[in-house]
Nanobody, 118 residues
Framework: QVQLVESGGALVQPGGSLRLSCAAS????????MGWYRQAPGKQRELVAHISSGASTNYGDSVKGRVTISRDNAKNTVYLQMKSLKPEDTAVYYCNAKRSYDPVRNYWGQGTQVTVSS
């Protein structure tokens, strides 16, 4: 019933830009905290960005200043705009939806691959 579908992952050169999208269905999108996480080979999953239902944002230290998270409630979609990409940004990027104080309501997408390489 709940589905989060990421798109936009690609192979880009260092210094390039990319926009990821996550389309959600099966949830009341506007009241969910949406987030992007990533997992690189051999590393743990880490926070990239969060955006609240009120559109307040926070970012992981590794990407702060280089990414922007946004949401379009009319489209049930959250975006991640990335710039100045580095090889260490290479990872599978996952979309997350959650409700505060309700651990049952915590959902993940299938991921989209971002590769930054020359």
């Amino acid at each position: 019933q709940v589905q989060l579908v990421e798109s936009g992952g690609a192979l880009v050169q260092p210094g390039g830009s990319l926009r990821l999208s996550c389309a959600a269905s099966g949830i009341n999108f506007s009241i969910y905290v949406m987030g992007w996480y990533r997992q690189a080979p051999g590393k743990q999953r880490e926070l990239v960005a969060h955006i609240s239902s009120g559109a307040s944002t926070n970012y992981g230290d590794s990407v702060k200043g280089r990414v922007t998270i946004s949401r379009d409630n009319a489209k049930n979609t959250v975006y991640l705009q990335m710039k100045s990409l580095k090889p260490e940004d290479t990872a599978v990027y996952y979309c997350n939806a959650k409700r505060s104080y309700d651990p049952v309501r915590n959902y993940w997408g299938q991921g989209t691959q971002v590769t930054v390489s020359s």
